[in-house]
């Protein structure tokens, strides 16, 4: 059973960044496909970014392409958020999620395993 753990959310005024990491405990992390989300209440959660299993391919949301970076250390089990230029609109709980995929999905019915969400707020 793969367990995936966030950290790194807080308060950041706009313009800030901030990075978030996910720790993966399970055996199939280097062999899967990982992603971030975001959800606010009220809303359907939403893609955020995505990382193929040996990172060579990153797929984005168009509303945070060229402020997010989305990376992995497979040899830590470890994915990692970059993010920049925040906005408010940003403000969300943010999950990572292991896929039963190699290449990089969009589709949260894509992914079998979630950590428990961090939050980040975007001050204005």
């Known amino acids: 059973q793969e367990q995936l753990v966030e950290s790194g959310g807080g308060l950041v005024q706009a313009g800030g960044s901030l990075r978030l990491s996910c720790a993966a405990s399970?055996?199939?992390?280097?062999?899967?496909?990982m992603g971030w989300f975001r959800q606010v209440p009220g809303k359907e959660r939403e893609f955020v970014a995505a990382i193929s299993w040996r990172g060579g391919s990153t797929d984005y949301a168009d509303s945070v392409k060229g402020r997010f970076t989305i990376s992995r250390d497979n040899a830590k089990n470890t994915v990692y958020l970059q993010m920049n230029t925040l906005k408010p609109e940003d403000t969300a709980v943010y999950y990572c999620?292991?896929?039963?995929?190699?290449?990089?999905?969009?589709?949260?019915?894509?992914?079998?395993?979630w950590g428990q969400g961090t939050q980040v707020t975007v001050s204005s």
């Open positions: 399970g055996r199939t992390f280097s062999w899967s496909s």
């Open positions: 999620a292991q896929a039963r995929a190699l290449g990089t999905v969009r589709g949260a019915r894509d992914y079998d395993y």
